[in-house]
């Protein structure tokens, strides 16, 4: 769009604060502008006086799992089938690795942290490590994308090459940047970053799958024949990846999905419940359980409210096709929004000062057909780095890697 019809779309949305420096601008500075402009979903600071367009819970049931028990009992005919899909590279992996570590006190990738005591062991080769056992099984690699964000793609990927992708096969490993989103005021104001250029953060990792798509990968995905794409976050350091009895053990049920959980540690833990809302496959966040929830249990003494995810997903590519076009709910979320005031001054606010639009995975859950709860054992597959010590840290971490035979 030229400036004038890009100011005349700002006026129709109330955001011409945008072009509120233009005259003093390079004319690259200005295109530059305008073009960021032109990618803006305007329609996101809409939901501010819009609730409706947010996302709201239905009806909430327990749904049961495959257990660890279930499991055991058919682990060999499900890693059969697993293993077979695998070497016919119908499985694709999707890290999600966007973040920097800065609740670590780390400034770079998150999965470029060292969690290494004795010797150096990054969170990248923690999950190269266990794609790699996979592969050793099954004589097949997995295409892998690994989802980067603009402020941390560069620095990933370098990283990557630096340590020659720690023997994976690097022809099968592509990298992608999430989609944006804009930043705004409590007003609904989109913020300035600079003179020329609005502030901008990634969709949350919801928009996975359009960002994936955008950047061209499901055709070279579609090249290897991929089917189901196992996707992971960045953080957990045990998970097992395109695991062969959790790929078998979902073909096998039919489902379209299916999503790793485990058993809660205790009834106020603080994890997302994979449950049925309005008779679908739902996500419900720890700060959503309601006390009845929380403590309610079942003829066996269970709680009746018992999975929790691990962000550890896999989904039939052809069923993220059907969805791709559907509405995922936006979450409205208060954030500190560093940006340049009404007199072009930089400003680092101390105290959450607007919001951010994200998309969640865990929505997608609710527009699948149906999808596998799957247990795995927490202390094997469930070892997140989120802090430095306490719950879900490195300390933690460390631990559970040592117990399952890691040298750290």
Same mark, same amino acid.
């Given at each position: 769009?030229?400036?004038?019809?890009?100011?005349?779309?700002?006026?129709?949305?109330?955001?011409?604060?945008?072009?509120?420096?233009?005259?003093?601008?390079?004319?690259?500075?200005?295109?530059?502008?305008?073009?960021?402009?032109?990618?803006?979903?305007?329609?996101?600071?809409?939901?501010?006086?819009?609730?409706?367009? *947010?996302?709201?819970?239905?009806?909430?049931?327990?749904?049961?799992?495959?257990?660890?028990?279930?499991?055991?009992?058919?682990?060999?005919?499900?890693?059969?089938?697993?293993?077979?899909?695998?070497?016919?590279?119908?499985?694709?992996?999707?890290?999600?690795?966007?973040?920097?570590?800065?609740?670590?006190?780390?400034?770079? +990738?998150?999965?470029?942290?060292?969690?290494?005591?004795?010797?150096?062991?990054?969170?990248?080769?923690?999950?190269?490590?266990?794609?790699?056992?996979?592969?050793?099984?099954?004589?097949?690699?997995?295409?892998?994308?690994?989802?980067?964000?603009?402020?941390?793609?560069?620095?990933?990927?370098?990283?990557?090459?630096?340590?020659?992708?720690?023997?994976?096969?690097?022809?099968?490993?592509?990298?992608?940047?999430?989609?944006?989103?804009?930043?705004?005021?409590?007003?609904?104001?989109?913020?300035?970053?600079?003179?020329?250029?609005?502030?901008?953060?990634?969709?949350?990792?919801?928009?996975?799958?359009? *960002?994936?798509?955008?950047?061209?990968?499901?055709?070279?995905?579609?090249?290897?024949?991929?089917?189901?794409?196992?996707?992971?976050?960045?953080?957990?350091?045990?998970?097992?990846?395109?695991? +062969?009895?959790?790929?078998?053990?979902?073909?096998?049920?039919?489902?379209?999905?299916?999503?790793?959980?485990?058993?809660?540690?205790? +009834?106020?833990?603080?994890?997302?419940?994979?449950?049925?809302?309005?008779?679908? +496959?739902?996500?419900?966040?720890?700060?959503?359980?309601?006390?009845?929830?929380?403590?309610?249990?079942?003829?066996?003494?269970?709680?009746?409210?018992?999975?929790?995810?691990?962000?550890?997903?896999?989904?039939?590519?052809?069923?993220?096709?059907?969805?791709?076009?559907?509405?995922?709910?936006?979450?409205?979320?208060?954030?500190?929004?560093?940006?340049?005031?009404?007199?072009?001054?930089?400003?680092?606010?101390?105290?959450?000062?607007?919001?951010?639009?994200?998309?969640?995975?865990?929505?997608?859950?609710?527009?699948?057909?149906?999808?596998?709860?799957?247990?795995?054992?927490?202390?094997?597959?469930?070892?997140?780095?989120?802090?430095?010590?306490?719950?879900?840290?490195?300390?933690?971490?460390?631990?559970?890697?040592?117990?399952?035979?890691?040298?750290?």
């Amino acid at each position: 769009m030229n400036y004038e019809e890009t100011k005349a779309l700002l006026e129709e949305k109330g955001q011409l604060q945008l072009l509120k420096y233009y005259d003093e601008l390079s004319e690259d500075e200005k295109s530059e502008l305008l073009k960021s402009i032109e990618l803006i979903d305007l329609s996101l600071p809409e939901i501010l006086s819009n609730p409706e367009l *947010s996302n709201k819970r239905g009806v909430i049931e327990p749904l049961d799992a495959v257990t660890l028990g279930d499991i055991e009992k058919n682990r060999d005919e499900y890693e059969k089938i697993g293993i077979e899909a695998l070497k016919q590279e119908k499985v694709g992996a999707i890290l999600l690795a966007g973040g920097q570590g800065t609740r670590l006190g780390y400034d770079k +990738p998150k999965g470029t942290f060292n969690v290494g005591i004795n010797k150096d062991l990054y969170i990248f080769q923690c999950l190269i490590n266990n794609m790699m056992d996979v592969v050793n099984v099954t004589g097949a690699w997995i295409p892998l994308a690994i989802m980067t964000s603009d402020i941390n793609n560069a620095d990933t990927i370098a990283f990557f090459e630096e340590h020659d992708y720690f023997g994976y096969n690097k022809d099968y490993v592509f990298f992608f940047i999430q989609d944006m989103a804009p930043a705004t005021d409590r007003d609904g104001k989109i913020y300035l970053a600079t003179k020329s250029k609005p502030v901008m953060s990634p969709n949350g990792n919801g928009g996975w799958y359009t *960002s994936f798509v955008n950047a061209g990968l499901l055709e070279e995905f579609d090249k290897f024949g991929v089917e189901w794409l196992n996707v992971f976050a960045v953080d957990n350091v045990l998970q097992r990846i395109a695991d +062969p009895c959790f790929v078998g053990a979902t073909i096998k049920s039919g489902c379209v999905g299916g999503a790793k959980v485990v058993s809660k540690a205790f +009834p106020e833990e603080k994890v997302g419940l994979l449950c049925i809302e309005d008779g679908k +496959p739902s996500i419900v966040e720890y700060y959503e359980m309601t006390d009845e929830m929380m403590y309610s249990k079942d003829e066996n003494g269970r709680p009746l409210y018992n999975y929790g995810v691990i962000l550890n997903y896999i989904f039939r590519v052809d069923e993220l096709n059907r969805i791709i076009n559907e509405k995922l709910p936006i979450h409205v979320v208060e954030k500190k929004i560093p940006h340049i005031d009404e007199n072009g001054e930089q400003v680092n606010p101390t105290e959450p000062n607007g919001f951010k639009f994200e998309m969640l995975v865990l929505d997608l859950i609710h527009l699948m057909k149906d999808c596998l709860s799957y247990e795995v054992d927490r202390r094997k597959e469930f070892a997140p780095i989120k802090n430095l010590a306490g719950v879900d840290s490195l300390e933690s971490a460390r631990e559970l890697l040592a117990e399952n035979g890691v040298e750290l």
